[in-house]
């Protein structure tokens, strides 16, 4: 069921990039960035908001979108996009519209510490995309109205209209159409060929909204637990130190007897029984690790996260307060998909766990150096602080203000209210 989620999504992401390179064939080479477009203003502003819901959401592949970088595309994963479209009244009567778009994916290294979210240049395809959907919009509504005057303004060009697909399976099957593409000058071809690739964007975003549905009135036996790598060790006895049963494959599932501390007691097979930690588990809810904390929310704006993990190990990322230090590692991510990721929220929500943090670490015989919170959410970012600042604030001696200047906000942006950084 999931595989075929994700084959229906990277089906519809290459037939929006398809819709958007038949409609316009000689803006290949040059994808605008700005359009002025001979609407007024009100007309462009409305169509802006009917067309709101596609400003953001999830790429399921980068290559295609993105400009080179220096960290191959295959090591990232979870790629974001928002774009944000500004309309500014013209002298001649009409409006221009200028399109930005940011690309954030979350970077998986092989030294975990190294692994982040980063922000990646657009290469104008999701740009070009909105642009040409809102000319298509206005000439529907406004079907008089001359066609809109193009403004390039990208820093290059994209090196191919369609997203380079990899070899994989269940991308294969998914190629553009063999046959040769019509020329620009064809109108009739081109205006045939959008019509069957929307009739089959319509299928497939119906097919989609079945499958999320499904999905999501699914539910899960609450009193078992789910192995999450490959490779988990299955313990004798709830010590590190113990003798290894066996290991277990991603996905496996046991029932679940108890807990003790960080341990759970699992059911094998018949009367054989094992122990497994609780961070490489997923549990039903209640039992899952930090659930202390994962009922922590934002009172005022009514944005909840959830704790998803946990993890302890040397701190390799760019702030030298924690570089090569002991960090303890609290992965986010939103409670629904619904739930608002503002920047206030997040830093509410990292204040509570900081707090909950620092607790535990004064009490703890070895407290690690620092606390890194990562949200694992649309914009993403993480926030460190170190152990030190934690007790300081906690006692007094450091204003709050002062502490979160002092902090790590990795990108800052995704943490600081524009009004009021």
């Known amino acids: ?28 080479q040059a994808p605008p960035f700005q359009r002025l477009f001979h609407n007024p203003k009100g007309e462009v502003d409305a169509a802006l908001q009917e067309l709101h819901a596609s400003l953001s959401g999830r790429l399921p592949i980068l290559e295609g979108f993105v400009e080179a970088t220096s960290e191959p595309l295959d090591h990232f994963e979870r790629g974001y996009y928002e774009c944000v479209a500004q309309a500014t009244s013209d002298a001649s009567g009409g409006t221009s519209v200028r399109v930005t778009a940011k690309i954030t994916a979350w970077y998986s290294d092989a030294t975990p510490a190294q692994s982040g979210y980063r922000v990646l240049p657009s290469n104008g395809r999701l740009e070009m ?137 699992v059911q094998i097979a018949g009367v054989s029984r094992g122990w497994i930690r609780r961070t490489q588990l997923d549990l039903p809810e209640g039992l899952g690790e930090g659930s202390k904390r994962e009922n922590a929310s934002d009172a005022s704006s009514g944005t909840a996260f959830r704790v998803i993990r946990e993890e302890t190990h040397p701190f390799t990322g760019s702030w030298e307060e924690l570089r090569g230090k002991t960090v303890r590692i609290i992965w986010v991510t939103p409670a629904s998909m619904s739930s608002g990721s503002s920047p206030q929220a997040k830093r509410n929500f990292a204040k509570n766990i900081f707090v909950q943090a620092y607790k535990e670490a004064s009490s703890a015989a070895q407290p690690p150096d620092g606390v890194v919170v990562v949200f694992d959410s649309a914009d993403g970012g993480q926030v460190a602080a170190t152990i030190s600042n934690l007790a300081q604030w906690q006692t007094g001696n450091l204003s709050e203000a002062l502490f979160w200047k002092l902090c790590s906000l990795d990108p800052p942006e995704l943490f600081q209210d524009v009004r009021n950084p």
């Open 129 to 265: 995309d909105l642009l040409d959907r809102l000319e298509e919009l206005l000439a529907k509504t406004a079907p008089g109205v001359a066609p809109a005057a193009h403004v390039n303004t990208p820093s290059s060009p994209p090196a191919n209209p369609i997203p380079a697909l990899r070899s994989a399976p269940t991308r294969t099957a998914l190629a553009p159409p063999a046959e040769p593409v019509a020329p620009p000058g064809d109108l009739n071809s081109l205006r045939q060929r959008r019509e069957e690739a929307e009739k089959r964007m319509k299928e497939l975003s119906g097919d989609l909204r079945s499958l999320e549905e499904i999905l999501h009135n699914q539910a899960h036996p609450d009193n078992l637990a789910v192995v999450r790598k490959p490779g988990t060790s299955v313990f004798a006895k709830p010590q590190s130190a113990g003798p290894v049963l066996f290991s277990a494959d991603a996905e496996d599932e046991f029932e679940i007897l108890g807990t003790e501390g960080g341990w759970i007691h």
């Open 1 to 28: 069921m999931k595989k075929k989620l994700l084959r229906l999504i990277v089906a519809s992401s290459v037939v929006l990039s398809l819709l958007s390179w038949l409609a316009n064939p000689a803006n290949a």
